[in-house]
Antibody, heavy 121, light 108 residues
Framework: QLQLQESGPGLVKPSETLSLTCTVS??????????WGWIRQPPGKGLEWIGS???????YYNPSLKSRVTISVDTSKNQFSLKLSSVTAADTAVYYC?????????????WGQGTLVTVSS | EIVLTQSPGTLSLSPGERATLSCRAS???????LAWYQQKPGQAPRLLIY???SRATGIPDRFSGSGSGTDFTLTISRLEPEDFAVYYC?????????FGPGTKVDIK
């Protein structure tokens, strides 16, 4: 049973780069069966897809964030990562890693528990 | 991108009642590529329905999804105490995938 767990700093300064990692258990990140993705949710608001990656390294980004986002895979650690540059207060959110099913922009299952990242000086 | 609108914003019902939640898309969702999620406070969303009407593994049959094109519905036939939560729809037929703003189902 696939399980995902986010980790990373809970506080990031404005203009800096947000970095998060998602550790996968119960399955191989190198499996051709899975895609891997990031979704965020500002406090009290709705959900926004950030982007997805395949184990081969192919990436798919939301055009609204594309200029600031990098998603990568570390097969040796069974992890994938998110980097979001030049953050502002508007990037304060709970960040979830999740597995999009059947294609990089599919429905998402399962999800990690989420991690709150606050952008503040 | 496809914009999803959910109605009502809040639905106040009693346990045992039927809940009908609506999700409307700004343009047709190809191949009924629509999913529904349940989210409780402090928790991640949980997949309920994909492909507009297919229940995810372990989801009780009181949850059902229907619709096509631009209009989709999630129905909870008889509300259980654990069903009071926020429900989101998501389309994945067009890039980028997008989510609706959510419908909160609370206890009347």
């Amino acid at each position: 049973q696939l399980q995902l767990q986010e980790s990373g700093p809970g506080l990031v300064k404005p203009s800096e780069t947000l970095s998060l990692t998602c550790t996968v258990s119960g399955g191989s990140i190198s499996s051709s069966s899975y895609y891997w993705g990031w979704i965020r949710q500002p406090p009290g608001k709705g959900l926004e897809w950030i982007g997805s990656i395949y184990y081969s390294g192919s990436t798919y980004y939301n055009p609204s964030l594309k200029s600031r986002v990098t998603i990568s895979v570390d097969t040796s650690k069974n992890q994938f990562s998110l980097k979001l540059s030049s953050v502002t207060a508007a990037d304060t959110a709970v960040y979830y890693c999740a597995s999009p099913v059947s294609n990089p922009r599919g429905w998402f299952d399962p999800w990690g528990q989420g991690t709150l990242v606050t952008v503040s000086s | 991108e496809i914009v999803l609108t959910q109605s009502p914003g809040t639905l106040s019902l009693s346990p045992g009642e039927r809940a009908t939640l609506s999700c409307r898309a700004s343009q047709s969702v190809s191949s009924s590529y629509l999913a529904w999620y349940q989210q409780k406070p402090g928790q991640a969303p949980r997949l309920l329905i994909y492909g507009a009407s297919s229940r995810a593994t372990g989801i009780p049959d009181r949850f059902s999804g229907s619709g096509s094109g631009t209009d989709f519905t999630l129905t909870i036939s008889r509300l259980e105490p654990e069903d009071f939560a926020v429900y989101y729809c998501q389309q994945y037929g067009s890039s980028p995938p997008t989510f609706g703003p959510g419908t909160k189902v609370d206890i009347k």
